[in-house]
């Protein structure tokens, strides 16, 4: 159920709720990078509104024409490359400061990290991660390269020559599972905040109803009308970078 209540009260309102609460979990989307100038994937001007997920995002798709996908990434990660964190990445740096507090992404543009953020659970893995496509045994697991751009591409494994791919979690693939466990264990929580996400990628889309049922306060922070927004107590119409700022200030 939404509480009806003007934007200073709902602040005033989680304000109140972080104070009182122990433990206090976050989760954010792409949304929280929008005002460092990173696209979202699904709004009017959304990365999905120009091209196909599963071209781009997806083992079949990377199968198909891995210079395509890796063009997009080789892109993105120019993009991301150059973009600094909003306020919003700022104020939930300064929360993972605090004991009790956790923060769960969907985002793979390290925007949390350049914050300075800790104990951050990533659970699409990182776009500055990548590893062999084969995958030969050297390069099973991820490692960080933050070339961008690739001199070629697709670029190829640097221990035995096949493609690399990207380290994030692609359509159809499966998170890592400690990944999931940290963030389910994280749910346990007397405050969820889901922030910039349109909520409609699982398993991330179902924390925040998992948070309500073990009794957490759950607070939308978006300025669109998502699939969470019926089922959180308290629906806060706006920007990340404004509301967040707005209630660190009154806390
Ligand atoms: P979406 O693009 O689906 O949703 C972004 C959300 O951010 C929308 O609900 C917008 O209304 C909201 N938004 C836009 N500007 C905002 C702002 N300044 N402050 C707060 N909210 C704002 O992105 P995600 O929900 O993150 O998966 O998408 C989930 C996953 O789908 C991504 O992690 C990615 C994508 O396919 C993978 O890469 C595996």
């Not at 939404?2 to 709902?10: A, F, G, I, K």
């Not at 990377?62 to 990434?73: G, S």
């Not at 922030?195 to 939308?220: D, F």
């Not at 699939?227 to 209630?247: F, N, T, Y």
Request: aromatic fraction near 6%; glycine fraction near 8%; proline fraction near 6%.
């Amino acid at each position: 159920m939404v509480r009806q209540l003007q934007m200073t009260d709902q602040i005033s309102a989680v304000a109140d709720a972080l104070r009182r609460a122990r433990t206090i979990a976050a989760m954010t989307g792409a949304g929280v990078s929008a005002a460092s100038g990173i696209p979202t994937f699904r709004g009017a001007d959304g990365l999905w509104k120009k091209t196909r997920p599963e071209l781009l995002a997806s083992r079949e798709g990377f199968e198909q024409d891995p210079r395509l996908v890796w063009e997009w990434y080789d892109w993105r990660r120019q993009v991301i490359r150059d973009a600094r964190p909003n306020p919003a990445h700022d104020v939930l740096a300064a929360w993972t400061r605090q004991p009790g507090f956790t923060l769960i992404t969907q985002n793979v543009d390290g925007l949390h990290e350049k914050a300075g953020a800790e104990r951050l659970i990533r659970l699409h893995g990182s776009i500055w991660h990548v590893r062999c496509w084969q995958p030969c045994d050297a390069g099973r697991r991820d490692w960080r390269d933050d070339t961008a751009p690739f001199p070629a591409l697709p670029p190829r494994c640097p221990h035995c020559g096949a493609l690399m791919r990207p380290g994030v979690v692609w359509f159809g693939e499966n998170l890592d599972t400690e990944d999931v466990a940290a963030a389910t264990a994280a749910t346990r929580c007397d405050v969820f905040l889901t922030i910039g996400t349109s909520s409609v990628v699982y398993p991330a889309a179902g924390l925040v109803g998992q948070a309500r049922g073990h009794g957490a306060t759950t607070i939308e922070i978006n300025p669109e009308v998502t699939e969470a927004s019926d089922e959180v107590d308290i629906a806060i119409r706006g920007k990340a970078e404004d509301v967040l700022v707005a209630i660190d200030a009154v806390l």
